[in-house]
Every structure is written in structure tokens, then in C-alpha cells.
Nanobody, 133 residues
Framework: EVQLAESGGGSVQAGGSLRLSCTAS????????????MGWYRQALGSDFELVSS???????YYANSVKGRFTISRDNAKNTKYLQMNNLKPEDTAVYYC???????????????????????WGQGTQVTVSS
């Protein structure tokens, strides 16, 4: 059974930092998901799911304009873990953050409607990030 273990959420004041971690396990040959192609979505209260950042199997990265220069996505292949380092956090970053691994052959949409999960991909349980002003 595929599992995504997320950690690192919490509450910080504006200007603070958090690092989210996501470790995938249970994937076997032939699974429809590719954990080398991974993204972080977030959902603020009452909003759609926004793609915050992603990293492809070739190392190509994507960042939403709202987080460029503040967030960094990375991975440790030895630990099969991906990270999202979030610096200079702002109150508008408050959301539930989801680690997502891609279904083979499918891309991450920049925006997934609130009722549109899983949108082909495999999602973690989510971790709350709260930034106070």
C-alpha cells in the first residue's frame, strides 16, 4: 500500500520558517505512481488546491509566483524524502499543505478545484501551516 508520511507543519509568526517533509513508501514496480515526480499543493480555507511547488524526475522545479524566492523544494533520494523549505512566511501562506506524487503520464495542474482531489495523483493526509501576523 502506498503511503505518504508528511511532517513539519505548525504555527509560526510572519517572517518565520518551516520545513515540510514527505516520505513515500510502499511503492512497487508496476504501481501507477511515480514518486520521483512530486509536488506540494496547499488549500486555504474555502479555496481550491493550489500547486505551490513541484520537482520532476529530471530535477526540473516549479514554484508558484507567490512563493518564488521564499520556498525551496528539494529531495534526498537516499531517504526517499522530499522537502519544502519555507522561509519568510506570510499570513497568506496559511493553509493545509499536501504532499502529492504524480500518476505516471499525468501532470500537476496549477489549480485543482476544491472537490477535485485526487485529480489522478496520490495525496498525503495534509499538514496545517498557520502564519500569524
Amino acid at each position: 500500500e502506498v503511503q505518504l508520511a508528511e511532517s513539519g507543519g505548525g504555527s509560526v509568526q510572519a517572517g518565520g520558517s518551516l520545513r515540510l517533509s514527505c516520505t513515500a513508501s510502499g511503492l512497487t514496480f508496476g504501481d501507477p505512481y511515480d514518486d520521483s515526480n512530486m509536488g506540494w499543493y496547499r488549500q486555504a480555507l474555502g479555496s481550491d488546491f493550489e500547486l505551490v511547488s513541484s520537482i520532476g524526475s529530471d530535477g526540473t522545479t516549479y514554484y508558484a509566483n507567490s512563493v518564488k524566492g521564499r520556498f525551496t523544494i528539494s529531495r534526498d533520494n537516499a531517504k526517499n524524502t522530499k522537502y519544502l523549505q519555507m522561509n519568510n512566511l506570510k499570513p497568506e501562506d496559511t493553509a493545509v499543505y499536501y504532499c502529492v506524487i504524480a500518476r505516471r503520464g499525468k501532470v500537476f495542474r496549477l489549480l485543482v478545484p476544491a472537490g477535485g482531489k485526487p485529480d489522478f495523483h496520490y495525496w498525503g493526509q495534509g499538514t496545517q501551516v498557520t502564519v500569524s501576523s
